[in-house]
């Protein structure tokens, strides 16, 4: 087993965080490794120019990971949530949606707030990250429009919001007639020429990709910035497990090469975890040894605990003019957080966002719908008639709810997978409930011919996988202090989603990419590094 030289930093993980972790520790002129178990995917090998495109998003450029088989990914079972879990160079940003906003104030401290079941104040403040969200959206290029007074100010965006489209149009005059605020959303999609990279082109296939590097994934952001800094990344190398010295300090990992099958070792002074919600705790697990029985930085019995994924319900307005839904990037046109905050009046604590989407391309439209001898005419009824918007709730971050280790499902290295248990709260479900009445009523403000809703969704698509390796003030009820330390070894630290104390109803990225940039400055600021 080869052990190339030892470095400053070794970072596990090239998504979000570990692209912005990566890029500003190099900019300070640390030696950093980056591995990553997933390859690096070049613009050709997006299925947009497959002539079965529409197929391979369902083979393999499939957003879940067990109907993929991707020789890079891992089982998850349990049966609760299809994933969307993506293991590339850039991470699951090169298969999200891109859409933008910043959790708020007020998701910081909900232990103040209400404490239900395993909701705490953060060990920061949305003031501690407000610069760091503003240089985050600098390095990933934001369309969007500034002074929301629903949110707390933030800098000009980077290029403007993209084009409205008569679908947004007639939802936003329906939430005026009901008194809704709403307003046009950040996307991390650009739609003018910006930093080297060309403007969106409005094809509207953003949910595999992009080709032409309008959508901020990090592989086309912070890595080829990283890589001129002189980071190492080596794609397509799986860790094994985390090594420990007999101090119990973090010395590197062990990694298996998925092209030639070798291991190697890499040795390092300091070791960044950033492989996302499920892939993190997997690790820290996977890396129980005499010193760490439980899996290391496991004292708290909290690593793979407290997982959360919003709650949705998926809703869909049909009109009887055409709306043009489906011209126009994929990213939410606008959103609504009327029912952002919690009124207890309601029934429930914490509240909801609308994300108005877009409609579906005519090809995967027809994809989606049933086949038989109806299909013409309900293809008919829908396409081009329909807008669908998102109810995205808040859930609560529940102690049972976890990710463990299954022995019986395992990766091409025969390494184990993931097992995610996670039921909904009843709270949760009041929130999604709630949110699909009062959509209700904005169909009929907005004039809709129909409203669908099959409820809250289940099992849970947890597009996000977050908390389960959560921040906090204390060693005995979190994985890591408040600059994403871990208690238990002090050269370790854990940034990514699974940070994550408290949700917010608003999509991760944003949030994921500030804690990294400020985690990585605490880092600069050890008295090791600065010597």
């Known amino acids: 087993m080869s052990a190339p030289d030892p470095v400053d930093v070794l970072i596990i993980g ?160 329906g939430m005026e007639r009901l008194g809704w605020h709403w307003w046009p959303a950040d996307n991390a999609i650009i739609s003018e020429d910006y930093d080297g990279r060309i403007a969106c082109n409005q094809c509207g296939a953003c949910r595999n990709g992009c080709p032409r590097g309008s959508l901020a994934m990090t592989s086309v952001t912070y890595w080829p910035r990283a890589l001129r800094n002189g980071v190492d990344l080596r794609p397509n190398c799986r860790v094994e497990r985390i090594t420990t010295d007999a101090q119990g300090r973090a010395d590197g990992a062990i990694y298996i090469n998925l092209v030639t099958g070798q291991r190697h070792r890499q040795v390092a002074s300091i070791v960044v975890v950033a492989a996302g919600g499920l892939g993190t705790p997997r690790l820290l697990l996977m890396s129980a040894d005499s010193q760490f029985p439980d899996g290391l930085a496991n004292s708290s019995g909290v690593v793979g605990r407290y997982v959360m994924h919003h709650a949705y319900a998926f809703v869909t307005f049909v009109f009887d003019e055409p709306v043009d839904g489906f011209a126009g990037a994929y990213g939410a046109p606008a959103v609504s957080q009327e029912f952002y905050d919690t009124d207890a009046s309601r029934g429930f604590v914490n509240g909801l966002t609308y994300q108005v989407g877009r409609g579906l391309t005519a090809s995967t439209a027809a994809i989606l719908t049933p086949w038989g001898t109806r299909h013409r005419e309900v293809f008919g009824r829908f396409f081009n008639h329909e807008v669908l918007m998102n109810v995205q709730a808040e859930d609560l971050p529940i102690y049972e709810n976890r990710v463990e280790l299954d022995g019986n499902a395992l990766d091409s290295s025969g390494l184990p997978g993931v097992k995610v248990r996670y039921k909904l709260h009843a709270n949760d479900r009041a929130i999604v409930e709630f949110g699909i009445e009062r959509a209700r009523e904005l169909a009929d403000a907005a ?43 002090p050269n370790l630290y854990i940034c990514d989603g699974s940070s994550f104390v408290t949700d917010g109803s608003v999509n991760p990225t944003s949030t994921i990419g500030a804690l990294a940039l400020r985690c990585a400055d605490r880092i600069l600021d050890r008295d090791d590094i600065r010597s």
């Open 14 to 173: 090239s998504g979000m965080a570990g692209a912005a972790i990566a890029k500003r520790l190099s900019e300070r002129g640390l030696r950093v490794v980056c591995l990553e178990q997933g390859p690096w995917v070049g613009s050709e090998e997006h299925p947009h120019k497959s002539n079965e495109w529409e197929f391979e998003t369902l083979r393999g450029w499939h957003r879940n990971p067990n109907d993929r088989h991707a020789p890079a990914d891992f089982p998850v079972t349990g049966g609760d949530i299809t994933p969307l879990l993506y293991n590339a160079v850039g991470g699951s940003t090169i298969h999200y949606n891109a859409h933008w906003p910043r959790l708020k104030p007020v998701d910081f401290r909900k232990g103040t707030e209400h404490g239900l079941e395993g909701s705490v104040d953060w060990p920061i403040s949305y003031e501690d990250l407000a610069p760091y969200f503003d240089q985050n959206d600098v390095e990933m290029g934001v369309a969007g429009l500034a002074g929301d007074p629903a949110n707390p100010p933030r800098a000009h965006r980077q290029t403007r919001p993209h084009p409205f489209g008569k679908h947004s149009t007639l939802l936003t005059s």
């Open 447 to 489: 004039g809709a011919m129909e409203f669908l809703s099959p409820g809250v969704v289940s099992p849970n698509p947890a597009w996000h996988l977050l908390g389960t390796c959560r921040m906090g003030s204390d060693p005995q009820t979190s994985v890591t202090d408040s600059v994403h330390q871990t208690w238990d070894v």
